[in-house]
């Protein structure tokens, strides 16, 4: 059986004096005459969260004298980092706090505990948001199956750079120490896959796995272990994922001396560059633990990404806006991933080579549009400057008239770039096959154009939110091309009519409510030519 861990979470990291750790302290700014432990580093490098361990300051201390709050500190513009400060609530609300993962942007942050609408409510995992007035309440992870498959003693968690991916570590056995790794992925109706282990290749069966780390590429993963071939107690061991299973994984490899040490090594934070890890050590420590950094050398690297940053506007008033942010593989809309602004519009994705991006903001009431980013050569770490801009709905560049209020005899003062609304061309639902009662009002159409023989189109179909991006818009594709069909069929010449399917990216209303979601699954033309 395995030691226990007296801690969850600030159990000693120790570099031995003999060790050949090359550790540059991270200073009095930082780190105090407490312990400091668990950091986690932005991707950008410019924010660390961070644990200390019986400060009178932190919250719950009265009650308990080794409680645990959040700290953090900034990277300010000399290269030095700002002396560190409490994390306010509802971060630290519990006696023992912690952050397992910042996004990329530092907008959302990924805490201890399951809570609703800011009260804790048990065991679990949160996402608090960055708001204009600071944090919003801690909102649980809706997790299938998570309270009857943690059961351990201690557990933690990280979040992927891509906010729909979670690891853990935890035990199925009752107030077990011995941990397994686990992973868990975001579905479209943002509730998260149950728990499933990582497999053979990483979990041990007499052995603790514990503090997963993915990097940026989404596929090197650091994590700890007191399984055979250590220097020491716990070590950091390195493994690359090597498909997309989450269950095949390359023969794990000893971080060896230049991190490990005869001691326990364990929460390894690493930003989007891959340049320094950081830990925490006892080695010259003002207090317990220390926060420092160590620079990896290349065989310890991940694959290198780009980060992508900007700003999202109004496109306008011009003014900066929240919203979310999503990013797309394409050719076919693959989701890789999502991110939200801040209310001052910043975003920051971590992307890694290999394939061409769609970026794409969305908000409720606003146009969404859609930037593409080729990465398709690898390269070195870069970081690229992209703003995203969405139209508001009621700034739309021409209002939509019913395609009852036109004369089936002709267009009259209709311009080309009119986008003409229908009201009946229906289908079943997640289908693309016309019904009967679309029938009419196509026939409308169809008698149009053919009084209007010089009349082009774009034919569009639109949906509501629910259901993927990807499924959304090869569902509207489909329908459009169905559609167009149905006109064909009556003989309107091909090169007349356009089919596009915009998916969710045209709301014409709120999709937070039935009505809005209702007026946004639609279909409707645009006059090309008259």
Same mark, same amino acid.
């Given at each position: 059986?395995?030691?226990?861990?007296?801690?969850?979470?600030?159990?000693?990291?120790?570099?031995?004096?003999?060790?050949?750790?090359?550790?540059?302290?991270?200073?009095?700014?930082?780190?105090?005459?407490?312990?400091?432990?668990?950091?986690?580093?932005?991707?950008?490098?410019?924010?660390?969260?961070?644990?200390?361990?019986?400060n009178p300051k932190n919250t719950m201390y009265k009650d308990d004298k080794e409680a645990q @709050?959040?700290?953090? $500190? +900034? %990277?300010? !513009?000399?290269?030095? =980092? *700002?002396?560190?400060?409490?994390?306010? #609530?509802? /971060? &630290?609300?519990?006696?023992?706090?912690?952050?397992?993962?910042?996004?990329?942007?530092?907008?959302?942050?990924?805490?201890?505990?399951?809570?609703?609408?800011?009260?804790?409510?048990?065991?679990?995992?949160?996402?608090?948001?960055?708001?204009?007035?600071?944090?919003?309440?801690?909102?649980?992870?809706?997790?299938?199956?998570?309270?009857?498959?943690?059961?351990?003693?201690?557990?933690?968690?990280?979040?992927?750079?891509?906010?729909?991916?979670?690891?853990?570590?935890?035990?199925?056995?009752?107030?077990?120490?011995?941990? @397994?790794?686990?992973? $868990? +992925? %975001?579905? !479209?109706?943002?509730? =998260? *896959?149950?728990?499933?282990?990582?497999? #053979?290749? /990483? &979990?041990?069966?007499?052995?603790?796995?514990?503090?997963?780390?993915?990097?940026?590429?989404?596929?090197?993963?650091?994590?700890?272990?007191?399984?055979?071939?250590?220097?020491?107690?716990?070590?950091?061991?390195?493994?690359?994922?090597?498909?997309?299973?989450?269950?095949?994984?390359?023969?794990?490899?000893?971080?060896?001396?230049?991190?490990?040490?005869?001691?326990?090594?364990?929460?390894?934070?690493?930003?989007?560059?891959?340049?320094?890890?950081?830990?925490?050590?006892?080695?010259?420590?003002?207090?317990?633990?220390?926060?420092?950094?160590?620079?990896?050398?290349?065989?310890?690297?991940?694959? *290198?990404?780009?980060?992508?940053?900007?700003?999202?506007? &109004?496109?306008?008033?011009?003014?900066?806006?929240?919203?979310?942010?999503?990013?797309?593989?394409?050719?076919?809309?693959?989701?890789?991933?999502?991110?939200?602004?801040?209310?001052?519009?910043?975003?920051?994705?971590?992307?890694?080579?290999?394939?061409?991006?769609?970026?794409?903001?969305?908000?409720?009431?606003?146009?969404?549009?859609?930037?593409?980013?080729?990465?398709?050569?690898?390269?070195?770490?870069?970081?690229?400057?992209?703003?995203?801009?969405?139209?508001?709905?009621?700034?739309?560049?021409?209002?939509?008239?019913?395609?009852?209020?036109?004369?089936?005899?002709?267009?009259?003062?209709?311009?080309?770039?009119?986008?003409?609304?229908?009201?009946?061309?229906?289908?079943?639902?997640?289908?693309?096959?016309?019904?009967?009662?679309?029938?009419?009002?196509?026939?409308?159409?169809?008698?149009?154009?053919?009084?209007?023989?010089?009349?082009?189109?774009?034919?569009?179909?639109?949906?509501?939110?629910?259901?993927?991006?990807?499924?959304?818009?090869?569902?509207?594709?489909?329908?459009?091309?169905?559609?167009?069909?149905?006109?064909?069929?009556?003989?309107?010449?091909?090169?007349?009519?356009?089919?596009?399917?915009?998916?969710?990216?045209?709301?014409?209303?709120?999709?937070?409510?039935?009505?809005?979601?209702?007026?946004?699954?639609?279909?409707?033309?645009?006059?090309?030519?008259?």
């Amino acid at each position: 059986m395995k030691k226990l861990v007296l801690h969850a979470l600030v159990t000693m990291i120790v570099v031995n004096s003999t060790a050949q750790t090359t550790l540059e302290n991270l200073g009095t700014k930082v780190n105090s005459s407490y312990s400091e432990a668990r950091p986690t580093i932005s991707a950008d490098g410019k924010t660390l969260y961070f644990i200390v361990e019986g400060n009178p300051k932190n919250t719950m201390y009265k009650d308990d004298k080794e409680a645990q @709050d959040v700290w953090f $500190s +900034t %990277l300010d !513009e000399t290269g030095n =980092w *700002t002396q560190a400060q409490q994390a306010p #609530a509802p /971060i &630290n609300s519990l006696s023992d706090n912690a952050v397992f993962w910042v996004s990329p942007d530092g907008n959302r942050l990924l805490i201890r505990g399951a809570f609703e609408n800011g009260k804790y409510v048990g065991r679990g995992l949160s996402l608090c948001n960055k708001t204009e007035s600071g944090w919003s309440a801690p909102q649980r992870l809706k997790i299938k199956g998570y309270n009857t498959l943690s059961l351990d003693k201690y557990s933690g968690a990280f979040m992927a750079n891509d906010g729909k991916t979670l690891l853990f570590y935890l035990s199925e056995e009752r107030n077990s120490f011995i941990n @397994d790794l686990y992973v $868990s +992925t %975001l579905e !479209e109706n943002d509730e =998260w *896959t149950m728990p499933k282990s990582l497999g #053979a290749d /990483i &979990n041990t069966y007499d052995y603790d796995e514990i503090s997963p780390f993915l990097a940026a590429d989404g596929v090197t993963m650091y994590f700890s272990s007191d399984r055979p071939g250590g220097l020491g107690d716990y070590d950091i061991w390195m493994t690359k994922r090597l498909d997309n299973s989450w269950t095949k994984w390359s023969q794990p490899v000893n971080m060896g001396d230049s991190i490990n040490t005869p001691k326990w090594d364990a929460y390894f934070s690493l930003d989007a560059e891959g340049v320094y890890a950081y830990v925490s050590t006892t080695q010259n420590a003002t207090g317990g633990t220390d926060l420092a950094r160590v620079k990896l050398s290349e065989s310890q690297k991940p694959k *290198t990404v780009v980060l992508v940053y900007g700003r999202i506007y &109004n496109a306008i008033t011009k003014e900066p806006m929240s919203a979310n942010m999503f990013y797309d593989k394409v050719p076919g809309e693959t989701s890789e991933g999502n991110a939200i602004s801040n209310p001052d519009g910043n975003y920051k994705v971590t992307l890694p080579y290999g394939k061409t991006y769609s970026l794409r903001a969305s908000a409720d009431n606003y146009f969404s549009l859609i930037d593409t980013l080729d990465l398709n050569e690898p390269g070195l770490y870069k970081e690229i400057h992209r703003d995203l801009y969405l139209y508001p709905i009621a700034n739309a560049n021409t209002e939509r008239i019913n395609l009852d209020s036109i004369s089936d005899d002709g267009l009259g003062d209709i311009l080309p770039g009119q986008i003409v609304s229908t009201n009946n061309i229906l289908f079943d639902f997640s289908k693309s096959i016309l019904r009967s009662d679309s029938y009419k009002e196509l026939d409308r159409v169809a008698k149009m154009m053919k009084v209007n023989p010089e009349m082009e189109i774009e034919l569009s179909a639109h949906t509501d939110k629910i259901g993927g991006y990807s499924d959304n818009l090869r569902l509207s594709n489909d329908r459009a091309n169905a559609a167009r069909q149905y006109l064909l069929s009556k003989g309107i010449q091909e090169n007349r009519i356009i089919a596009k399917g915009y998916g969710e990216t045209m709301p014409v209303a709120s999709n937070s409510t039935d009505d809005g979601r209702q007026q946004n699954r639609r279909v409707e033309f645009k006059i090309l030519k008259k």
